[in-house]
């Protein structure tokens, strides 16, 4: 899925594209993508895109007359450039926005319908899409502590929770979490305000970093290869890989449609996260350390 750094170069790279630009149709290719029926698509025909933003993950085009299309890409939804005249690409685009110079469409892989988008008016209507999280490339040591404190989760749901803290999702939360050296499983309220400290900074110099990385890969184009995967990144999508600090192999633990990835050398202390489904069918033969693992 893509998230804040994925998301920010998106709109760093719509802004010349769209920003001050006529939209001429608004084409919904696949009905499930739109999850509003007023106003219509067809009131956006003619208006100007006056602005570009983000409210978590999702990317808001604001049009005159107040209308603002809030685009939702989910797992496997893209968004994707094309100049006048060339064809989208059959069943993967699911809506397009044509305008003079270009159109610009939503895509998405796989036979999961999950992007989405909502044509709505006013910023009323608007403010109902923001899931309340704290800006964390913005917030200060004391704004992250409290927010990270107000409720007792794991750090891993607690990163990826969106009332909690905006943009981040399962890939970087990874990142993050191995660059505090902390344990995904750590529980909020029971870390100290020192790893608290180390976590915050992580955080930010992670978001930033692979922000720069993204926006110098992208080289002044529009982003086409959006993905989850960065064979830079430490631990995420790396199981059974060398973790590139200490050389441990990278663990996982799966639960539904989505995986932790960690070092356990670097952030458990040696321990080995249980996997639900897997340690229950082991039980007694479930490795505890690293040690076991490898004997």
């Not at 450039?81 to 685009?93: F, H, Y």
């Not at 036979?111 to 989405?116: D, Q």
């Not at 890939?171 to 915050?200: M, N, Q």
């Amino acid at each position: 899925m893509p998230e804040l750094p994925d998301v920010l170069v998106y709109l760093e790279r719509l802004e010349p594209l769209v920003l001050a630009r006529r939209v001429e149709r608004v084409r919904v290719l696949n009905p499930f993508v739109l999850r509003t029926v007023e106003p219509t698509v067809a009131d956006a025909a003619g208006k100007a895109v006056t602005g570009l933003t983000r409210l978590g993950k999702r990317i808001v085009m604001g049009f005159e007359a107040e209308l603002f299309l809030v685009i939702h890409l989910m797992i496997a939804g893209r968004l994707r450039w094309r100049p006048p005249g060339k064809n989208l690409p059959g069943r993967l685009a699911l809506a397009a926005l044509d305008f003079e110079h270009g159109t610009l469409f939503l895509s998405e892989a796989g036979s999961k319908r999950r992007a989405s988008i909502h044509l709505v008016r006013g910023e009323e209507a608007l403010r109902e899409f923001d899931r309340g999280g704290l800006e964390v490339l913005d917030a200060s040591l004391a704004e992250f502590s409290a927010r990270l404190r107000s409720r007792s989760h794991t750090l891993k749901r607690a990163l990826t929770d969106p009332r909690l803290f905006s943009g981040i999702g399962n890939a970087y939360s990874d990142e993050i979490l191995h660059a505090a050296r902390l344990s995904p499983f750590a529980i909020t309220g029971r870390i100290s305000d020192e790893e608290v400290e180390r976590l915050h900074a992580s955080v930010q110099s992670t978001l930033t970093e692979w922000t720069e990385r993204l926006r110098a890969k992208s080289g002044g184009e529009f982003p086409e290869t959006v993905t989850a995967f960065h064979a830079e990144m430490a631990v995420h999508g790396k199981y059974g890989l060398p973790c590139p600090v200490c050389s441990a192999p990278v663990q996982r633990i799966r639960y539904a449609d989505n995986e932790t990835n960690y070092c356990a050398r670097c952030q458990t202390g040696g321990r080995l996260l249980a996997d639900r489904a897997l340690s229950r069918l082991l039980r007694q033969d479930w490795p505890r350390t690293l040690e076991e693992l490898e004997g």
